[in-house]
């Protein structure tokens, strides 16, 4: 079973338009999370939800809308998309917001190219 | 693997051989570290982690060391096979622990 799942996997879009990539855990967790990861491999965070509420906002452009419906689903909002934005963009969870000897579990991933 | 760099470093090895990939932090005061394993096309993956108050901790055929002294921490591969061939990272909390923050990775090419 797929713990954290994300859709699409793969995007290819031009400049200026408008995408959401969509993220689901079924683990029961309270805390979820998108990170962006470069073409260097560098993984940043971007967002972090508990149970619905934003943590961590880590001054990502406003063109970025993180939408939380409820605590099993974060979903990622890009307006206007620019070159930069090109990157593999992943959704993960854990099981509270407090990380001390508590694990992160990623999804696969989704591979966003702006053209 | 050190927390900030400007490319990917790789670590290359013969099938078989230990493998160990480092990992420096720069704060003192961090207490908990998490080795992640990333291979080609997919997610982080949880590999392995330590507690400040222990030197080592092992799993199966890998091994991770603290050092406080010198902020150094090394994740050991016995008998490194090729489904091992990955980019890994070290991790830790912070913010306050609500947030992992991801040293810059190695990469692990395993040779038959």
């Known amino acids: 079973d797929t713990a954290v799942s994300q859709t699409p996997k793969y995007l290819v879009t031009q400049m200026g338009n408008d995408k959401s990539i969509k993220c689901e855990q079924n683990?029961?967790?309270?805390?979820m999370y998108w990170y962006k990861q470069d073409s260097k491999k560098f993984l940043k965070i971007m967002f972090s939800?508990?149970?619905?509420?934003?943590?961590i906002n880590e001054t990502v452009p406003n063109r970025f809308s993180p939408k939380s419906p409820d605590k099993a689903h974060l979903n990622l909002h890009i307006n206007s998309l620019e070159l930069g934005d090109s990157a593999v963009y992943f959704c993960?969870?854990?099981?509270?917001?407090?990380?001390?000897?508590?694990?992160?579990?990623f999804g696969e991933g989704s591979w966003l190219t702006v053209v | 693997g050190e927390s900030v760099g400007l490319h990917l470093p790789t670590l290359s090895v013969q099938e078989g051989d230990n493998s160990i990939i480092n990992c420096a932090y720069s704060n003192s005061a961090s207490d908990y570290f998490i080795w992640y394993k990333q291979e080609s096309g997919k997610g982080p993956q949880f590999i392995i982690d330590?507690?400040?108050?222990?030197d080592k901790r092992q799993g199966q055929r890998v091994t991770v060391l603290l050092n406080k002294t010198v902020k150094h921490l090394s994740l050991q591969i016995a008998a490194t096979q090729p489904g091992d061939s990955a980019v890994y990272f070290c991790a830790e909390p912070s913010g306050g622990y609500n947030k992992l923050i991801f040293g810059a990775g190695t990469r692990l090419a395993v040779h038959p």
């Open positions: 330590i507690r400040s108050n222990m």
């Open positions: 993960a969870s854990s099981r509270r917001q407090d990380l001390s000897g508590n694990t992160i579990y």
């Open positions: 939800y508990n149970n619905k509420e934003l943590i």
């Open positions: 683990l029961g967790h309270d805390t």
